[in-house]
């Protein structure tokens, strides 16, 4: 079946500091991938996404590519904010509501 | 636009009791969906609906049941409540399959 892997965490940084979270993921065919970020007491909420190999998702910052080859959707910001205090979640759908979560990393900003 | 609510915001419950989370959306979304959230497992999804009069069984339907009678609402019953459904629960709804989804704010839920 369909997995999603991603480190639980937590990733500590410092204001500023550049920031990688890895996602690797198994599926069949071609799925949607998606970035997520939860703050605290709140619901998830879309952050990037890419439909196909080669796209590159971008929001705030942030940025992650489609690799079919590698089969990963890494996410990655140039200089994190004390605001980017979240959890993120990797994710993918092979539609019909069939939606793997990874999860989820937490990642802490120190000012 | 209100987006995706959910009600109550926290509830405790006793082993074997039943009650019902309610969720609605006014985004006119087909799709909609249940997960529930427990530490280091990410999201699992319960049951989902494709529209009005249309559900399905997802990873962990067992212990709960839901209906769509209107596209706005998707309520989640827990039929007799075991500590096994302590967790926090999320409802989520999409314009198109497989397409991002809009949470809302959760249902925290402590069986004990």
């Known amino acids: 079946g369909d997995s999603v892997t991603q480190m639980e965490g937590p990733v500590t940084l410092s204001e500023e500091a550049f920031l990688t979270i890895n996602c690797t993921y198994t599926a069949t065919g071609y799925p949607s991938l998606f970035w997520y970020v939860q703050y605290p007491g709140e619901g998830l909420q879309l952050l990037l996404k890419a439909t196909k190999a080669d796209d590159k998702g971008s929001n705030k910052g942030f940025e992650a590519t489609y690799r079919k080859e590698t089969t990963s959707f890494h996410l990655e910001k140039g200089s994190v904010q004390v605001s980017d205090s979240a959890v993120y979640f990797c994710a993918l759908s092979r539609g019909y509501q069939k939606v793997t979560f990874g999860i989820g990393t937490k990642l802490q900003v120190i000012p | 636009n209100a987006g995706v609510t959910q009600t109550p915001k926290f509830q405790v419950l006793k082993t074997g009791q039943s009650m019902t989370l309610q969720c609605a959306q006014d985004m006119n979304h087909e799709y909609m969906s249940w997960y529930r959230q427990d530490p280091g497992m990410g999201l699992r999804l319960i049951h989902y609906?494709?529209?009005?009069?249309?559900?399905d069984q997802g990873e962990v339907p067992n212990g709960y049941n839901v209906s769509r009678s209107t596209t706005e609402d998707f309520p989640l019953r827990l039929l007799s409540a075991a500590p096994s459904q302590t967790s926090v629960y999320f409802c989520?709804?999409?314009?198109?399959?497989?397409?991002?989804?809009?949470f809302g704010p959760g249902t925290r839920l402590t069986v004990t």
């Open positions: 989520a709804s999409s314009y198109r399959d497989g397409d991002e989804q809009y």
């Open positions: 609906s494709v529209g009005a009069g249309i559900t």
